[in-house]
């Protein structure tokens, strides 16, 4: 029974490029929560998706971020033009349709700006 | 109205000793309170969790104590240990929509043997 996976782990990139990463909930799981946390700080509401509906954005900055969670396949958080700024760690976490609290988190994705 | 304060932001506490942290919330629709442990380097994993109406829950060395009308609750680590070193978040959602967790800004708890 895998847990929430995430990828890649680490992810550097220079500003200016793109970056994609990826979440695939629990088995059975198809609610996705997108989450940032900065350096000595909480865990931040990013975004939260069904299969194919964003359900709440309210926590996505306006420009350069965007998300999806398509019919097949993992969710994306795509970060166009990054700044330094963006470095943080993004966890994703999942949750089922069964009335159950519990959001479980994968492992996050380290991204660093240089 | 969103905002979950914590306290302390960091917490030394000798090995066999009781580490409390303390959070208080301000939104009344919140009705799940869960508390998360995270190590280094790894995603937060649920440790506790309560919901408003019951003033207690325990669950081993971990107890949740919860004051509605006050609007506060709080962790209790009995027994704590070096393995308890970690950052503790306390968070509030409500549960029963699906709705985003909103965290606390976290405590450093270092446990010394």
């Known amino acids: 029974n895998a847990g929430v996976m995430q990828n890649p782990r680490h992810l550097v990139r220079r500003r200016g490029q793109e970056a994609r990463l990826r979440c695939s909930p629990m088995k059975g799981h198809s609610h996705v929560y997108w989450y940032r946390q900065l350096p000595e700080e909480g865990l931040k509401f990013m975004v939260y998706l069904q299969k194919e509906n964003i359900i709440d954005e309210s926590g996505m900055p306006k420009e350069r971020f965007s998300a999806e969670f398509p019919k097949e396949g993992p969710s994306i958080l795509r970060i166009q033009q990054v700044v330094r700024g963006d470095s943080a760690a993004y966890f994703c976490?999942?949750?089922?349709?069964?009335?159950?609290?519990?959001?479980?988190f994968g492992p996050g994705t380290r991204l660093t700006v240089t | 109205q969103q905002q979950v304060k914590q306290s302390p932001q960091s917490l030394i506490v000798q090995k066999g000793g009781i580490s409390i942290i303390n959070c208080a919330y301000e939104?009344?629709?919140?009705?799940?309170f869960p508390w998360y442990q995270q190590f280094p380097g790894k995603g937060p994993a649920l440790l506790i969790a309560?919901?408003?109406?019951?003033s207690e829950k325990k669950e081993g060395r971990f107890t949740i104590s919860f004051n509605k009308s006050a609007k506060q609750f709080s962790l209790h680590i009995m027994d704590s240990q070096p393995g308890d070193s970690a950052t503790y978040f306390c968070?509030?959602?409500?549960?029963?929509?699906?709705?985003?967790?909103?965290f606390g800004p976290g405590t450093s708890l270092s446990v010394i043997p």
């Open positions: 968070a509030a959602s409500r549960g029963t929509s699906y709705d985003k967790v909103i």
């Open positions: 939104n009344t629709a919140f009705d799940y």
């Open positions: 309560i919901r408003p109406d019951v």
């Open positions: 976490a999942s949750h089922d349709s069964l009335g159950q609290d519990e959001q479980y």
